[in-house]
């Protein structure tokens, strides 16, 4: 410790010794590399950002989200009508609304807006519009594989609830079959990353009959 100060002092009066001129060279020396150094940090940042599924969100001029969240009545009457449900057990084969599996869930979700949607998760993942993960909104729906279905084949859906384009992340609701109906943040780095396969939209498109409802509170 005392090397260190005294090594400090004895730099510090050198740096004095130095004419005008030498000293404001050395400053700016100083000044470049601790930008650079800042520079390397915020490289670091944007790197872990567009290592993420949503990387095409990263702005770095501002955080703004692609598109709004929530903008459409109809999502945000679907995702708060989705949430009643919440902590709903799970039952293979069920499809509310005492009891649900995850294809059950969306089906019985959507079907209160007027959509009818194929029974199997297999079935909805054909339907609507394929929509990329850096354009997510809520009301999409998400497909995952999972240990029943095998690798790489379409074997439960969620809903998207919510984005959050800042951190790349967005939240679900589905089915579980642990939990029953709840929440599920992704990427989650785990499970639901690993099985992901893709999403659909179905508001919106050619499916939506749901500006036609009138029980969708």
Not at 69 to 93: E, I, Q
């Amino acid at each position: 410790m005392t090397v260190c100060v005294l090594t400090a002092l004895s730099a510090s009066a050198q740096y004095k010794k130095l004419p005008a001129a030498h000293r404001q060279i050395a400053d700016k020396q100083m000044n470049t590399s601790l930008a650079e150094s800042g520079s390397l940090f915020a490289q670091s940042i944007k790197g872990a950002a567009l290592a993420s599924p949503f990387a095409d969100m990263y702005n770095t001029a501002k955080s703004v989200p692609a598109v709004d969240l929530l903008t459409s009545p109809t999502a945000s009457k679907m995702v708060n009508y989705a949430a009643r449900f919440l902590g709903t057990r799970y039952s293979l084969g069920s499809a509310g609304p005492k009891a649900f599996d995850c294809s059950g869930f969306t089906s019985y979700v959507f079907k209160n807006f007027g959509i009818t949607l194929s029974r199997t998760s297999r079935e909805q993942y054909q339907q609507g519009e394929k929509v990329s993960v850096n354009n997510l909104r809520p009301g999409d729906l998400l497909f995952f594989s999972c240990r029943t279905s095998g690798r790489g084949q379409v074997g439960h859906v969620a809903i998207v609830a919510s984005v959050d384009h800042a951190t790349g992340t967005c939240q679900f609701i589905h089915a579980s079959t642990k939990k029953g109906v709840t929440y599920q943040k992704f990427p989650d780095n785990g499970y639901y990353s690993r099985n992901f396969i893709g999403a659909r939209r179905i508001l919106g498109t050619d499916m939506d009959n749901s500006t036609q409802l009138a029980n969708a509170n």
